[in-house]
């Protein structure tokens, strides 16, 4: 009897080129991470804004977090969060995000997120790029290795790797570049 062929991946629809204008109300950052080794902390940090240019079936783009708006539901944690031992939102309120020439369609994304002011080599597993009209639409999942970055080492406190869900909507311009 013969085996089945794995079904082919579907065919990603085209994204029109053009500039297209992240709308932070309609874009958030998911996260999880163990707390002490047992527990799951989830919480998420605002989307503040961002651009993507996309030419010939390729994107790149860049975009910033609110690290200082961290919401874990908790607000001693998220003040905890903030402070020099993780976050250090009074130096660096923002988190910065950039993605150079990604091809649409690939399933990945070499980005560089600087967090405190240090950059670090993030791979992010794309879910999704679409447009519907001018709306574009990107899905990615990062285990996020915080090793890189200038805070508290994982001994008896946040877990080394953070799980991050991403969801950007972005409008393209009037002008379409």
């Not at 082919?8 to 709308?23: E, I, K």
């Not at 539901?73 to 031992?85: E, I, Y």
């Not at 993030?122 to 574009?136: F, K, M, Q, W």
């Not at 406190?157 to 570049?177: D, I, N, P």
Request: glycine residues 10%.
């Amino acid at each position: 009897m013969p085996t089945a062929e794995p079904n082919p991946p579907s065919q990603v629809a085209p994204v029109p080129a053009g500039t297209y204008v992240v709308d932070p109300q309609r874009s958030e950052v998911r996260f999880r991470a163990k707390a002490f080794g047992m527990i799951w902390v989830r919480g998420s940090m605002p989307v503040v804004e961002g651009t993507v240019r996309v030419t010939d079936g390729r994107l790149s783009g860049t975009g910033e977090i609110a690290a200082d708006a961290v919401d874990t539901g908790v607000g001693a944690r998220d003040r905890h969060l903030r402070t020099s031992h993780y976050l250090g939102t009074k130096q660096h309120p923002r988190i910065q995000v950039a993605a150079d020439d990604v091809a649409i369609g690939s399933g990945r994304a070499d980005c560089t997120v600087t967090v405190r002011g240090t950059a670090a080599g993030v791979p992010v597993e794309v879910r999704e790029i679409t447009a519907s009209g001018d709306t574009l639409r990107i899905e990615g999942v990062v285990e996020l290795d915080r090793t890189p970055y200038p805070m508290l080492p994982p001994l008896a406190g946040v877990s080394r790797t953070v799980h991050v869900e991403v969801t950007v909507l972005a409008t393209r311009t009037a002008t379409g570049g």
